[in-house]
């Protein structure tokens, strides 16, 4: 190899041995092979800087050591929810629209609205697992607000009802067949506090 | 088989062939919606571009265990970039011990010729132990001279990084095009009930977890320069939009008053943020301009619309729109006008994504049986198909250097990150044991 290279390119000096550090590679599967020294990179007297490698946008590690505070139903809402007194409705594929079930299912959620008239609602829209994330997202606030439009239409008030959807994200029956999605393809509905 | 064309800036041909497989209606699709024509599917069955072979001996090192682990992660690390970039194939190990490593101080040129390699990369790690300082070398064997050579000094843990920088060099040398090896992907995935947001190397390695709320966080979207992650959390109970930078400080997009704030896409220049918002009642696509928090309508439809995607000159925008009974891929300009259906031959197709030379457009469609990726050339209406009937497969999005996809899959029974060749070929799994799913590529 002709001299010149090495100083043409100003590399800086790095006299390195080969030794046994090819056998010993942790990747080479192969026999030592017969060889002595390896080619040594060479000295040049203006030798450049070596770039500093750094993360440009290294994105930190978030802190997990505090731990996110949720909010505490009123123990009468909190009853009432685990009681299942509202009770949710399911939805086709893809569809929005409310089956004859449904708005059968939305007039006794109604009636226990009226009941409980204190409480505000929550409807949450809710997809089963296929389709993308976004698609979902937007699926599921149909159904939340098809949902809400009807309830509304039965006569409950609309600034008690909010809705929220989470798309696939909280499945029901984290199952990948007929029965668990039609169980997640819902609506549900919650007291809220005060 | 049929050759129809070649991709310009990488003059890959893609070798198209008729597949057998046709979509089909499926039973629960909506009423509204056509039958399928029976037109069949195109699938890209990949054909490359002789690659070139390059060897890559064991850097040189110092004695020690630890330092030789150093050199070995350098080496395997750049050989694996060198290989999924799909510029190079990688001359077999076993064939080195045919070449002299010393033939008498130089390097026997002929010898790495005679083992098929047009290309040689030497490396050599610093003696210092509390630095890391690697120099690397890139030698043509035919032209018997030294193509370029890098000296890297980083922390010790940055031996992945410093081998990442030196194979983008590589590949910038024989291509003229910036290597896509110190890219990253953006996902979500679980933790407990919540899901959090993670960014790790282009190739899985260095996985980081970026938020701690507990709560749930969607859909990760890079910003142009790679120092924000728009996404969608619920922490505060509505489903907002939020910005993370790389200094980790959260911050909302804009003001939002409940409803539905998501999808979140860069535009390429970075200054606005497409997403989705009910907030006047319905999903709706809208832009939000940075600099003054003003938001812009641009869709104005009853149906679901959502998932925008850019054209890489920031001018036409890709969404899905069930306006027509199901979801499908439409084509609107930038300002919500000129509003046009892109897909037809299937009757489910979602999550769009635009190649970033603007010629396609990959996104997931419905099939019997689960979900698989499919790409649209624009120039030529031709629909290929990149996976098959292995249940879920859908998110797609673009590599940096439009040659490669990640995208989510649940073929092993969880989500999890993939990546593949735009032919579909080289599917690569990069996450594992998790639910991981919406990946986002950086620039």
């Not at chain 1, 040594?40 to 440009?56: H, L």
């Not at chain 2, 006008?337 to 037809?344: A, D, E, I, K, Q």
Request: charged share 25%.
């Amino acid at each position: 190899m002709p001299r010149g290279v090495f100083r043409n390119l100003a590399l800086p000096v790095l006299t390195l041995l080969l030794a046994s550090a090819m056998a010993a590679c942790k990747s080479a599967p192969v026999a030592e092979a017969p060889v002595t020294t390896p080619p040594a990179f060479e000295s040049g007297p203006a030798a450049q800087p070596a770039e500093k490698v750094d993360e440009t946008a290294g994105f930190r590690e978030a802190d997990t050591s505090a731990e996110p505070v949720r909010e505490s139903a009123s123990s009468l809402a909190e009853k009432l929810n685990a009681q299942g007194v509202l009770k949710r409705i399911h939805f086709d594929f893809d569809r929005y629209e409310l089956k004859s079930d449904a708005i059968r299912t939305l007039g006794d959620d109604a009636a226990a609205m009226k009941q409980y008239s204190q409480f505000k609602v929550r409807i949450e829209g809710h997809c089963d697992e296929r389709g993308t994330v976004e698609y979902n997202l937007a699926l599921g606030e149909k159904r939340a607000r098809a949902a809400r439009d009807y309830l509304v239409s039965l006569g409950t008030p609309a600034n008690r009802l909010s809705i929220v959807s989470f798309g696939k994200e909280r499945a029901l029956d984290s199952g990948h067949n007929e029965e668990a999605w039609a169980l997640n393809r819902r609506a549900e509905f919650s007291f809220l506090t005060e | 088989m049929k050759l129809l064309r070649r991709f310009a800036w990488l003059s890959l041909p893609l070798a198209f062939t008729a597949a057998t497989t046709v979509a089909k209606q499926e039973a629960q699709a909506p009423p509204t919606e056509a039958p399928i024509p029976s037109v069949p599917i195109i699938r890209i069955v990949g054909a490359a571009r002789p690659k070139i072979p390059i060897a890559l001996p064991a850097p040189q090192s110092p004695a020690g265990a630890r330092a030789q682990e150093v050199a070995g992660t350098i080496r395997d690390t750049v050989r694996d970039d060198l290989d999924f970039s799909g510029f190079f194939s990688i001359v077999p190990e076993e064939y080195h011990k045919l070449v002299r490593l010393d033939a008498g101080g130089r390097i026997a040129f002929k010898e790495w010729q005679g083992i098929g390699a047009d290309a040689l990369v030497f490396g050599a790690l610093g003696p210092e132990p509390a630095t890391l300082v690697f120099e690397g070398r890139l030698y043509d064997t035919a032209d018997q001279k030294v193509l370029l050579g890098k000296r890297y000094r980083g922390e010790p843990d940055q031996a992945r990084l410093i081998a990442h920088r030196l194979s983008n060099e590589i590949v910038q040398q024989y291509t003229d095009q910036p290597g896509i090896s110190l890219s990253r992907i953006a996902f979500v995935s679980q933790v407990g009930k919540g899901k959090e947001i993670y960014v790790m190397d282009y190739d899985g390695a260095r996985p980081k977890r970026i938020t701690a709320n507990g709560s749930i966080n969607l859909s990760p979207a890079w910003s142009p320069d790679g120092r924000q992650i728009a996404f969608m959390s619920y922490r505060s109970g509505a489903p907002e939009l939020m910005i993370i930078n790389h200094e980790g400080e959260l911050a909302k997009a804009f003001a939002q008053q409940g409803g539905l704030n998501s999808a979140p896409a860069w535009s390429p220049d970075g200054d606005t943020l497409a997403f989705t918002s009910s907030r006047d009642g319905n999903a709706e696509i809208y832009l939000l301009r940075l600099a003054d928090r003003s938001l812009t309508r641009l869709t104005h439809s009853d149906a679901i619309d959502t998932s925008p995607a850019w054209s890489p000159d920031g001018r036409q925008i890709a969404f899905t729109s069930d306006r027509a009974g199901s979801p499908q891929i439409y084509l609107m300009d930038a300002g919500g006008g000129n509003v046009r259906r892109l897909t037809t031959e299937v009757s489910y197709c979602d999550a769009a994504s635009w190649s970033p030379q603007g010629d396609k457009i990959v996104f997931t469609a419905r099939v019997p049986g689960g979900f698989d990726i499919f790409l649209k050339d624009l120039k030529t209406d031709q629909m290929g198909r990149l996976t098959e009937h292995a249940n879920i497969n859908e998110w797609p999005r673009w590599s940096p250097d439009g040659r490669h996809l990640v995208f989510a899959s649940n073929r092993t029974g969880n989500f999890d990150i993939y990546t593949m060749d735009v032919d579909g070929s080289r599917v690569r799994r990069l996450t594992r044991g998790g639910n991981s799913y919406s990946p986002s590529w950086s620039r």
